[in-house]
T-cell receptor, first 113, second 113 residues
Framework: EAQVTQNPRYLITVTGKKLTVTCSQN?????MSWYRQDPGLGLRQIYY???????DKGDVPEGYKVSRKEKRNFPLILESPSPNQTSLYFC????????????FGDGTRLSIL | GQQLNQSPQSMFIQEGEDVSMNCTSS?????WLWYKQDPGEGPVLLIA?????ELTSNGRLTAQFGITRKDSFLNISASIPSDVGIYFC?????????????FGTGTRLQVTL
């Protein structure tokens, strides 16, 4: 089954404790992306990747890092999380350079205390 | 980053009624997409529109890509309880080899029996 899988689905942690949210897709998609969803703001893009070793900033990249060492994986790294990064995070992927519609994972709810 | 103006923010309708929602932008997009999000899940693609003026249907859903490329609407006919959820429009813009997706703030749909 074609899937975008995120882990963990839920995480409560404390300010400053580094965390990583993993994202994996089994569709051999080149394009992957991370979004955060906040009430009243919709989904905003954090980072995206056009292919292995190619990443770029989205609209709200501050406080986040990503890496794309393999095509299927695109982890989101919060080196020093802060409470304003409490949010619902989604990973998405699409074929080619992202011109095709993106398929989303089921989300990761992060709470930073 | 830019956001799309999506309206209405929320709707309470009776089962069997038709629904209409729309998105507008100050700038043009190459593609318009409509997604639905159920509680605890990621957005799921409903309809993709690729050409200005295009009218596309998917079952009881109909969406149009505005002729100015700055707006789109989604209609749902004869609503049923499983239509409940949050509907997002998204505009996609291609710059060189890159692709950027911008989301609306969502329309929350409630259907009463």
């Amino acid at each position: 089954e074609a899937q975008v899988t995120q882990n963990p689905r839920y995480l409560i942690t404390v300010t400053g404790k580094k965390l990583t949210v993993t994202c994996s897709q089994n569709m051999n998609h080149e394009y992957m992306s991370w979004y955060r969803q906040d009430p009243g703001l919709g989904l905003r893009q954090i980072y995206y990747s056009m292919n292995v070793e190619v990443t770029d900033k989205g609209d709200v990249p501050e406080g986040y890092k990503v890496s794309r060492k393999e095509k299927r994986n695109f982890p989101l790294i919060l080196e020093s999380p802060s409470p304003n990064q409490t949010s619902l995070y989604f990973c998405a992927s699409s074929p080619g350079t992202g011109r095709q519609p993106q398929h989303f994972g089921d989300g990761t709810r992060l709470s930073i205390l | 980053g830019q956001q799309l103006n999506q309206s209405p923010q929320s709707m309470f309708i009776q089962e069997g009624e038709d629904v209409s929602m729309n998105c507008t932008s100050s700038s043009i997009f190459n593609t318009w997409l409509w997604y639905k999000q159920d509680p605890g899940e990621g957005p799921v693609l409903l309809i993709a529109l690729y050409k200005a003026g295009e009218l596309t249907s998917n079952g009881r859903l109909t969406a149009q890509f505005g002729i100015t490329r700055k707006d789109s609407f989604l209609n749902i006919s004869a609503s049923i309880p499983s239509d409940v959820g949050i509907y997002f429009c998204a505009g996609q813009r291609f710059t060189g080899t890159a692709s950027k997706l911008t989301f609306g703030t969502g329309t929350r749909l409630q259907v009463t029996l």
